[in-house]
């Protein structure tokens, strides 16, 4: 899929009225583990909150993780860790850019720091927008209101579509990922570190062991559940 794609800038918190509401979507991020390697990434998760959503006008939505579970950054991990969300319309060709900001949710609900967000367009009318929390503007510099390792167990984004009102969303994907050598990020509330800082040799092979093994109880744990 080909894509335009373009920073849009520092993200701006914005204030609302009592009046507004945000949609709320879940989002199961699946076992507790360690996201390790090159560009780790949980993989998209689809959802349906959207659809039926004219591709006009402003949205308001918090994508809220489902079963306690939370994502866990590191001091490792890197300043283009994003959470994405890539919306399916039943347009055609290259719609525009989505164009707004975003913001992680604590484990209060409150907003943590806003970052930077990016939008791109798919010439299978598809629209994204993404939000990049450890920067606080384009030119990567790192948001220092941030102090890492944190939890955080949502993103909230505010965004307009494109003026194209004939056309609807039919369908999401939410993901989450990092790019770098080694960017570890982290799903809880199972067992994993406090924290992650760039290691050494040994220490790389220890944590892919340790997501490795995570993994591994995790989904014992799930057969044993539903044996």
Request: aromatic fraction near 10%; proline fraction near 7%; charge should be negative.
């Amino acid at each position: 899929m080909n894509k335009f794609s373009g920073i849009i800038g520092s993200g701006l918190l914005l204030l609302f009225s009592s009046l507004t509401q945000a949609t709320s979507i879940g989002i199961d991020l699946g076992p507790s583990r360690v996201l390790t390697g090159i560009n780790p990434t949980t993989g998209p998760i689809s959802f349906d909150g959207l659809n039926g959503t004219p591709v006009n006008g402003s949205v308001s939505v918090d994508f809220l993780f489902t079963n306690s579970e939370f994502v866990r950054i590191y001091s490792a991990t890197q300043p283009l860790f994003e959470a994405q969300i890539i919306l399916q319309t039943n347009g055609s060709g290259f719609l525009g850019f989505l164009d707004g900001t975003g913001y992680l949710i604590d484990a209060n609900g409150n907003a943590l720091p806003v970052g930077v967000t990016g939008s791109s367009s798919g010439n299978d009318a598809s629209l994204s927008i993404g939000l990049f929390p450890l920067l606080k503007d384009k030119n990567g510099t790192p948001n220092d209101q941030l102090n890492k390792p944190f939890d955080f167990y949502g993103v909230h984004f505010d965004f307009t579509f494109p003026s194209n009102p004939s056309f609807d969303v039919t369908g999401g994907e939410f993901l989450l990922s990092a790019s770098g050598s080694f960017s570890p990020f982290a799903i809880g509330p199972g067992h994993i570190p406090t924290n992650v800082s760039v290691p050494d040799h040994d220490s790389t092979f220890l944590l892919l062991a340790l997501g490795f093994l995570s993994l591994v109880m995790s989904r014992q744990r799930s057969v044993s559940k539903h044996a």
